[in-house]
């Protein structure tokens, strides 16, 4: 009995051990669940549309019905004869939306689309439309751009679609001023609104409402369309959209509403965001259209609740693949043209500019835009390019004028450019014609700046090819890169991206020029440093003879 009573107590002692200390191996290894993400009903909810060019683009005569012949003529005469996938899913919703906003109010709308895929052509019909019976000249529409340039772009876009029309389209960047949009009567009383369209910047638009002058206002505003929404979402430091808001609104934006909080009356609701309470048929202010258009969509709660969506509806682009998907995985947060074959390049950094040369040189591509992530990148690049012979090489970057960028694009665009080497701020949005070619040289930060990058090729239907230079050291990265970027593909990795071979025998040729090019740069940079050090010099003489 006792013998039996120490068993006891040693097995006893030995489960208190078991409690406290982990048996190596005695736990098995459980596969971790991936947790789908709770999004809002509207997005689960979305409208989906196949992006196939070949199968499911239509002939204009598909909404002619549904618009003026004026803008019929002037569509033709722009050399649009079909509608691409997201206009034609998009148009005919969005004329039958503004055609009931006069009654109740439309919902918002969020538009997933590939670069190049006929956005611009997508809201501007509807909207010209829809403005044509318009009688007084008032700043209805509000078009909000990135930058510059592509703000220059959809203008012109506007501008031809008006043409024999009594619409205006204004453009507010860089220099504009308020004289351009509205002027002072006869008698000096009122001011005439210049404007029905009014295309600007986030930041120049936001000038233009704070400073007031002339008596400029947004009171009139309707529809506000937001272009490259993913990337104006993190454009939070001028606090453009509430900006907008305030200066539609006013001040009777928001309400103290008692319904949604009980329990405390002073809290403050956006009567444009919630609506649906007893106290919202008390505000029947006037309301703002928000339509968004963007390559990537962003599911970060946080930015979605900052652009005040009213029961939103998302038009998304699926990959064709989703049949077997629920609902939350069919929802593509990014949107890849269709005829885009994109190829990779393993090589050492000090070899990147040389398979650069082999691209034009021995793999006949004629126009290759090129991206650095920098503007001291690019410029370095574009330095040492030009030092190779029979190649026509420029930059284009924010910090040259507008003037200069529009005269170094159109010479891309005439084939007297073989590689522009750009950054990504610069050309994002861009739609430049006749690019044989997109180039990183720079691994891109992360998977929208590479959505955006190899968006400037394959735009409208038409082939294009995508080349990424990257080093050994960056392989596992990009590797992310591609996965993030194609979630909604059904093919696996390596049929998304192949590896583009080139041999060391394929270079050969062009080593003994380049080893020369770069002996070039090095003097050239040693003259640079001495001629810098020189001026110093120079400044600090003048200074002290100066002083005495």
Known sequence: MEMKNENSNTDNHQNEENDYFQTIGSR?????IKVKPNLPKWINESVNYSGDIENNSVGLNEIEKIIDECLSNNLRKNGIEKLFPVQKEVIPKLINTLKKKRYFRPRDICVISPTGSGKTFAYSIPVIQYLLDRIVTQIRVLIILPVQDLANQVHKVFQNLCENTTLRVGLATGSSSSNMFYKPN???????????????TPGKLVDLIMNNE??????NLEILIIDEADRMMNETQLQWLST????????????????????????????????????????????????????????????????????????????????????????NPVALPENLKELMVISDQDKKPL????????????????????????????????????LTVDELHSRQNIHKRTKILKKFENGLIHILISTDVTARGMDIDGIDCVVSYDLPRNETAYIHRIGRTARAGKQGT?????????????????????????????????????????LKPLIGIYTKALEQLKMDAKNEWKKDANAKRQQLRNKSSFKS
């Not at 098995?28 to 971790?32: A, D, N, S, Y």
């Not at 590797?479 to 979630?487: D, V």
């Open 28 to 32: 098995k290894k459980l596969k971790t």
């Open 186 to 200: 006869i008698d000096g009383t009122q001011t005439i609104c210049l404007a029905d369209i009014l295309i600007a």
């Open 214 to 219: 002339n008596g400029f206002h947004l009171r």
């Open 244 to 331: 907008i808001e305030y200066a539609v609104h006013g001040s009777s934006s928001k309400f103290y509403c008692p319904c949604l909080a009980p329990d405390n009356g002073n809290r403050q609701c956006n009567y444009n965001v919630d609506p649906f309470c007893a106290c919202s048929t008390f505000n029947t202010g006037k309301t703002l259209l928000k339509i968004l258009f963007s390559a990537t969509f962003t599911t970060d709660p946080e930015k979605i609740e900052n652009l005040s969506l009213y029961n939103p509806l998302l038009i998304n682009m699926n990959s064709g693949h989703d049949d077997d998907k629920n609902m939350t995985e069919k929802i």
């Open 355 to 390: 398979i650069l040369w082999h691209l034009v040189k021995n793999l006949g591509y004629k126009r290759i835009l090129c991206f650095a992530n920098s503007i001291t990148n690019a410029h370095r690049l574009d330095y040492l390019m030009k030092k190779l012979p029979e």
């Open 466 to 506: 995508a080349i990424t230079l990257i080093s050994p050291d960056q392989l596992k990265h990009f590797n992310i890169i591609i996965r993030r970027s194609h979630k909604s593909s059904s093919n696996d990795q390596k049929q998304m991206i192949e590896k583009l071979s080139i041999k060391n025998s394929d």
